[in-house]
């Protein structure tokens, strides 16, 4: 028993360390590499009116931009200015919150629209996937309020930059001088930027990639154990006391397993009329409710953690889930009583 969970908990923390490092590998290369040879300025007119807006760093604000395309790569951006002291802890709980709304546009033509719409009907496909885009849109104006109030007094420049040294060597302060560029001088080429790129992400996988590992496995032992099937049993209750048909306690159940299968299960009872647009809606959303804790400590919790260290990853994790269950608990209220 021990030995045959150890085993699956051993190639899942493999399968998915192998999976997602090399996207945080690019991510810091490219975000390095981006800042060594003055790349990053060339963006300032989508990142600098966002910037101001929410009160944070350029830094931060490019990592929401990259969010739309890649959530990893876009977190990744977020470790060279925390590590050079740029950018304070706060920021970045802020920035990732931010960031939801950008990040569930990333998923919108390879997911809601090829796939939720057309398994759940164009008009309930349509209304589940703008509910899930409402509930993100507020997390991240959430996000952007936190930002302001916790960015006011100012401390952190938006625009300082981050030094032209390593990524990893977090005692080189946010103002230094570049060393390629001591004299204001051009910068430097582009051989020169990418030896320095890779070395700097070198360095900083070395801290990443062990301790997503190890987040990982533990993660996996516990899923192993059952130890978030407590989750799933309440269900049937909630169901029962809200007065809602029975199919909606299958499809929860269902998504609580797996995400697709919710959908495609929510799709045919719904086109057999056996439960109400109305029904499948409140279901999912229950889903995602029941599911919360268990999606954020096996795919979030890790990335987090590797990233920005156990105590910020796992604060960073708890804000974030706490605000989309929040989110989401206000809408299945507001579902109930339409």
Known sequence: MAIDITYTALVYAAHYTAKIVPIVAIGIFVTSFAVNT?????????????????????????????????????????????????????????????????????????????????????????????????????KSCIGVILARLWMKDGRFSQNAQISGSDPADSATPANSTNPHNPHGSRAPDGRSASKKSAEGTYKLLRRIVPTMFITLFLVSVAFELNFFESFSAVIDPITRILGLESEVALITATAVVNSYAG????????????????????????????????????????????????????????????????????????????
């Open 38 to 138: 003055g790349l990053m300025k060339k963006f300032d007119w989508l990142t600098s009116p966002l910037a101001s807006i929410a009160k944070i760093h350029t830094i931060s604000a490019m990592s929401v931009v990259t969010c739309t395309f890649s959530t990893t790569a876009g977190y990744s951006i977020l470790v060279d200015g925390l590590k050079e002291k740029i950018i304070p802890e706060r920021e970045v709980i802020a920035t990732t919150m931010i960031s939801s709304f950008p990040s569930i546009l990333s998923h919108l033509f390879t997911f809601f629209i090829p796939v939720v719409i057309p398994l759940l009907g164009f008009t309930t496909g349509s209304i589940y996937v703008c509910i899930v885009g409402l509930v993100s849109f507020l």
């Open 263 to 338: 959908i495609i299960l929510a799709g045919s009872l719904l086109s057999e009329g056996a439960i109400t647009a109305k029904g499948v809606l409140i279901a999912l959303l229950l889903g995602n409710v029941v599911t919360l804790s268990a999606r954020s400590a096996k795919h979030s919790l890790p990335l987090h953690v590797s990233l920005f260290g156990p105590r910020l990853g796992s604060k960073t994790v708890a804000i974030n889930a706490a605000a989309t269950f929040a989110i989401d608990a206000l809408f299945i209220a507001v579902l109930l009583v339409v």
